[in-house]
């Protein structure tokens, strides 16, 4: 909720809509005008199909991919995650060149065993994939900026790395920015990186807190989905209008008032703030932040994966949400999630939490 609740633009075009019906199971042209306002703004993408949550994205993301190279396996990245969609649930921190093993009860072996999982940050695992499966991979899916492990920004070259390889056997590069689009800039991180991908998943901020999802990107891709191509995707409530008055108030809100600049000056006066306090008590840690993403793992390691990332105390982090909790701040209950500072929130509340955490820190 990047404006944060109950934006009082996103509330009257909701109203303002739900009164003149909810669902035609048919386009509507404020899925055109969505589409447009996307492919205007996102480099990648030529055409985008809207659905109705990030896990739709990335799951029709994917069979596109197959669909178009006529290949099986894709990969992910260990920490990774994009939603409840079978084949992406493999044990995630499994070895670079582990055969997916189902991190979910109800997902038979067989739906997981052309998921391979790779290093975050690390290009030499994809090498090994490469080289290993050669051209039986269809797709590499990837978070641009991790969130779903804390947030753990990418380093200098892995993202350029990964589309160069891609180019280079022919594998669809999905960039899954259901989390970092439209967040760490209007662009959304393929804009803040410059590397394009070939299909884009997006969601959260494009539907303004209602239930919506999206994939696009070259216009040979997407021309393999039905009813143009042989890849199936439909969806009843797909590009639905309430979802897409509230997704367009959001981003023609944002494009107006263009709160980045602010939202990064906010999000590193928190995340230094914590960082500081964090080192008088002498505790164990390690800050990342990309825009107004940030994390801090109870760990003295820096943070590049997954694995560096299990090196975190997870105990303390219980402690500390609890805390926290208890002085009135809800943080995301895990501590492999992100944090997000959204415009909403004032100097004000920003030093309110550094109270807090300077409180919690002194219990924990
Ligand atoms: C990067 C990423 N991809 C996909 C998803 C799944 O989206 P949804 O929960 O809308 O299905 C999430 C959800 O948190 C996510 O963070």
Known sequence: MILGHAHPA?????????????????????????????????????????VNSGTEATMSAIRLARGYTGRKKIVKFAGGYHG???ALLIEAGSGATTLGVPDSA???????????????????????LINRFDSEI??????????????????????????????????????DEVMTGFRVAYGSAQTLYNVKPDLTCL???????LPVGAFG?????????????????????????LAMAAGIETLRTLKKENPYPRLEENSAYLGDGINSLLTERDLPHYCTRVGSMLCTFFTATPVHNFVDA??????????????????GIYLAPSQFESGF??????????????????????EI
């Open 310 to 327: 299990k090196t975190s105390d997870c105990a303390r982090f219980t402690k500390f949400f609890a805390g926290m909790l208890k002085r």
């Open 217 to 241: 990107g070259r216009r040979e891709i997407m021309e393999h989905l039905a009813p143009l191509g042989a890849v199936y995707q439909a969806g009843t409530l797909s590009g639905n209008p």
């Open 84 to 86: 409840h969609v079978d």
């Open 203 to 209: 969601g959260k901020i494009i539907g303004g807190g």
């Open 138 to 175: 269809a797709a590499i899916i990837v978070e641009p900026v991790a969130g779903n492990m804390g947030t753990i920004p990418p380093q200098a070259g892995f993202l350029e790395g990964l589309r160069e390889r891609c180019t280079k056997a022919g594998i669809v590069l999905i960039f």
């Open 10 to 50: 996103i509330v009257y075009a909701v109203r303002e809509r739900v009164a003149r019906g909810a669902s035609f199971g048919a386009p509507t042209i404020l899925e055109i005008e969505m589409a447009e306002e996307l492919c205007d703004t996102l480099p990648s993408l030529e055409m985008v199909r809207m």
């Open 106 to 128: 109800g997902v038979p072996p067989e739906f997981t065993s052309n998921t391979l999982s790779a290093e975050y940050n690390d290009l030499s695992t994809i090498d090994e």
């Open 341 to 362: 500072v959204s415009a909403a929130h004032s100097q004000d509340d920003l030093d309110l939490t550094l109270d807090a955490v300077k409180a919690t820190l002194a």
